[in-house]
């Protein structure tokens, strides 16, 4: 999908309140700051959500999507712009963001990780600069690489890899580098070749700013839009250089402290529970609106445990889980998709409900991957986006949705008065 780079035309206008589809949004005690979208100004990001309705089956759900067709839009909480709007920029940069509270996002999410000089940056993996920047194609940074570019051996079948990582780099190595599509050839036999990949076609920007947690605090803040960072599990031994985990957690407090963020618009998420009571006991302002990362759901027998454990997690003062989307839906026995044993047992636990990630699958046409996985019987084609969000937002009651292109979920929860 081609898409407009051009975001300075936009402007912010108007501030007021709204809920969610079943109180505030995300957090229990969270207000709600929206700002209106120049809706006439985002043509390219609009003809999305636009298509996924032309697919959807003809019904109520069609119908009203329709009618708000050309309605003013406002930014909301139930959008979350997953690092960014990564469907169409390149990821954690300072574009995607923009991009993110263009396209409506009230949330947008940092993943944070550090640099060799213990520097806070965004980064989905601490070891992924191979695959999402230009890094390969400065050697004097490339050979700083905690595994260097090995070609692929077509004779044998092995693939080509390199292993770089933040911590490799110091905060003004990590911050000369260009954010790209996150995406490689594994057959190739050059660091150039590495580097390119299908995914570059769909970007709108060739050499995106990479970000410090700093300044995407900054460029999040400039657009009127609030934070949900990610602390990151580190993917080099700790502590790394005496720099300890709780080091790690209370360095992503202070970025907020320093930048005089309000603690009530900030949603601290992680998928290890120990980051979660180390900010209750050491940054409290912070844990009313934690969000648990539950990644424990992908086996028959960890979905069974990650069940059994949400009353617990209430009992901790966890207000807010999030797992994957296809851990909150399931088939009923006439294939209707209706809200899973997960959804139900966290909801009667009293916990919220977030979940990730919408616009990040394969072809629906082809049942849509992980994400869709519990009702790939149902899935026919693209506009079942659309059913499953309505699934999520009308019956589970999610407060928020994960996206890589947020103005999916921002129109949805428009025309739907969230």
Request: net charge negative.
């Amino acid at each position: 999908m081609r898409v407009s780079p051009a975001l300075s035309t936009l402007v912010l206008v108007a501030t007021s309140a709204c809920t969610g589809p079943s109180g505030p949004p995300i957090g229990p005690r969270s207000a709600l700051l929206i700002r209106a979208i120049d809706a006439p100004k985002t043509p390219d990001f609009l003809a999305r959500p636009r298509t996924l309705i032309a697919h959807l089956d003809d019904g109520p759900l069609k119908t009203a999507l329709a009618r708000c067709d050309g309605h003013p839009l406002v930014a909301t909480r139930f959008s979350i712009g997953h690092r960014g709007a990564a469907r169409g920029f390149p990821e954690h940069t300072r574009e995607s963001y923009q991009a993110a509270a263009t396209m409506g996002a009230g949330l947008i999410e940092c993943d944070v990780t550090f640099t060799k000089d213990k520097k806070l940056v965004c980064r989905h993996s601490q070891c992924d600069l191979a695959t999402t920047t230009n890094i390969l194609a400065v050697p004097a940074l490339a050979a700083k690489c905690a595994a260097p570019f090995s070609p692929a051996d077509l004779v044998t079948g092995k693939e080509a890899s390199a292993r770089c990582c933040t911590s490799d780099l110091t905060l003004a190595e990590f911050s000369s580098l260009c954010g790209k599509m996150d995406g490689h050839d594994p057959r190739a036999t050059t660091p150039a070749a590495y580097l390119k990949s299908a995914a570059d076609a769909d970007s709108a920007v060739t050499c995106g700013k990479v970000m410090s947690h700093a300044e995407s605090i900054a460029v999040i803040d400039r657009r009127g839009r609030d934070f949900v960072p990610e602390l990151k599990a580190p993917e080099v031994p700790m502590p790394f250089d005496g720099y300890t985990l709780d080091d790690f957690a209370e360095a992503l407090a202070d970025d907020y402290r320093a930048a005089g963020v309000a603690p009530r618009r900030i949603f601290v998420q992680s998928a290890n529970l120990r980051d979660l009571t180390y900010w209750s006991e050491h940054a409290p302002e912070l844990a009313a609106n934690a969000i648990y990362l539950d990644e424990s759901v992908d086996t028959k027998d960890g979905y069974a445990a990650a069940v059994a454990a949400l009353p617990g997690l209430a009992a901790r003062g966890i207000h807010t889980v999030a797992p994957p989307m296809w851990a909150l839906v399931d088939l009923d026995a006439t294939g209707r998709i209706v809200p899973s044993l997960y959804a139900k047992t966290a909801k009667a636990s009293g916990l919220d409900l977030v979940t990730w990630t919408l616009e990040r699958s394969g072809s629906l046409e082809h049942g849509g991957g992980y994400y869709y996985q519990s009702v790939r019987a149902a899935i026919h084609g693209e506009g079942d986006i659309f059913r499953v969000l309505d699934v999520l937002a009308t019956d589970v009651g999610i407060r928020g949705i994960f996206s890589d292109w947020p103005a999916t979920s921002t129109y949805y929860a428009n025309c739907m008065g969230l």
